[in-house]
């Protein structure tokens, strides 16, 4: 009896959906025994649109997350990262392949212990040889780590500052102009507080200087924005 596995695919470029699409395909092919229902997104608001009907009607199985996605359109969704903490609250079953451009051993830190995936792809590394083992392994056995995530994962005891939700958000506030005396209307902190949170990511980042421009041009590079 065929076992069918319903699949969403949250990402924003065609090239990729496709390609994950034809290789869910031809392990099913190969397979014999299981079927992938698969549907796409390719923005958050799409996304979220899907998961909501999911979520009244059985479920979803296996999801591919992009990281790299424009906020929603309401701005509570900022990223993949907010996205995939939106999945976890949804569905307790549900197994995550996270794919990211980044490799930024800060940035998979956080999306390690923030989102804990089953599955977790730097697209630098990906081969259709890889992606097949990545998704038979995280159907039957997870979890699977590419290349440089495993490489991260040796060096990550050095590295255990987490950039969490907070910080995000002040950061993406600080990218979009908002001022640091508009926080505290934003955010339940104090400008003390959100003053000491700066300087804490500015020291992480190795940022030099009294001013934000280059710490919020780091924290795009890696992924925070």
Do not use: W
């Amino acid at each position: 009896m065929s076992q069918v596995i319903k699949v969403l695919i949250i990402e924003d470029h065609p090239i990729i959906i496709d390609s994950y699409t034809r290789t869910l395909n031809q392990i099913s092919e190969a397979n014999g025994t299981l079927t992938f229902d698969i549907e796409s997104a390719n923005t958050c608001d799409s996304a979220v649109e899907i998961i909501e009907k999911k979520q009244l009607n059985g479920g979803v199985d296996l999801i591919f997350l992009d990281i790299r996605l424009p906020s929603s359109k309401n701005g509570a969704i900022k990223c993949g990262e907010d996205l995939g903490l939106y999945i976890r609250e949804t569905f307790n079953d549900v197994k995550i392949i996270i794919s990211t451009s980044y490799n930024d051993a800060y940035r998979i830190s956080t999306l390690f212990k923030s989102i804990n995936p089953d599955g977790f792809l730097v697209k630098n590394d990906l081969t259709h040889k890889v992606l097949t083992e990545a998704i038979n392994t995280v159907i039957l056995e997870p979890p699977f780590y590419s290349k440089t995530i495993m490489q991260i994962l040796r060096k990550q005891s050095a590295n255990d500052f987490v950039v969490d939700k907070i910080d995000r958000k002040i950061l993406y506030e600080l990218s979009n102009g908002t001022k640091m005396n508009e926080l505290p209307t934003i955010l339940p902190l104090s400008i003390a507080a959100l003053e000491r949170r700066k300087r804490i990511l500015k020291e992480v980042f190795n940022v030099v200087g009294k001013g934000d421009r280059e710490l919020l041009i780091l924290a795009q590079e890696k992924g925070f924005v």
